[in-house]
């Protein structure tokens, strides 16, 4: 049974070739709070061929920091964001887990720019956390579940 999950008015879904909920992670880096007008943001970081959507969908593309762009989608209708994409790791989607169907279920295993987050959130021992991005040679080893 895929993953599935949408936009707030129904007007775009999508299912994720998974078996489960992927591996979430938050980053609480202060683009993320603004982006979200909230404390950070839970994502899924995944494969682009295991994502499949319906519905009418517009994207914003803007250049980031070490020269790649980014690429958000949103539902044409509710401006929800599903989504991004982005040149610099080509075929990886990062889906916005918030839109997933089970959000509810959802337990973050890495916060990113925890040193950033605001003070009122407070982070599992049960998850790893980097007071700056996920170093390199730990992303494969923690989302490797996504990509198997």
């Given amino acids: 049974m895929p993953v599935t999950g949408g936009c707030r008015c129904g007007a775009c879904r999508y299912s ?5 909920i992927p591996v979430i992670y938050a980053c609480h ?30 994207d ?19 401006l929800t964001r599903l989504y991004s994409t982005n040149t ?18 959802i337990v973050p295993a890495v916060h990113m720019w925890a040193s950033r987050r ?14 700056g991005a996920i170093p390199v040679d730990r992303i494969m080893q923690v989302f490797a579940p996504n990509f198997a």
Avoid at 37 to 51: K, R, T
């Fill in 16 to 20: 994720l070739d998974y078996p489960a």
């Fill in 29 to 58: 880096c202060r683009d993320c709070q603004t982006a979200t007008g909230g404390g950070f943001v839970l994502q899924a970081m995944i494969p682009e061929a295991c994502l499949s959507v319906t519905g009418e969908r517009v």
């Fill in 60 to 78: 914003r593309s803007a250049p980031n920091s070490r020269g790649a762009v980014t690429t958000q989608v949103y539902c044409t209708q509710c």
């Fill in 88 to 105: 610099g790791r080509p075929g990886i989607v990062l889906v916005r887990a918030g839109t997933l169907d089970n959000s509810d279920t």
């Fill in 118 to 131: 605001q003070p009122w959130i407070g982070l599992s021992s049960d998850a790893e956390a980097y007071d």
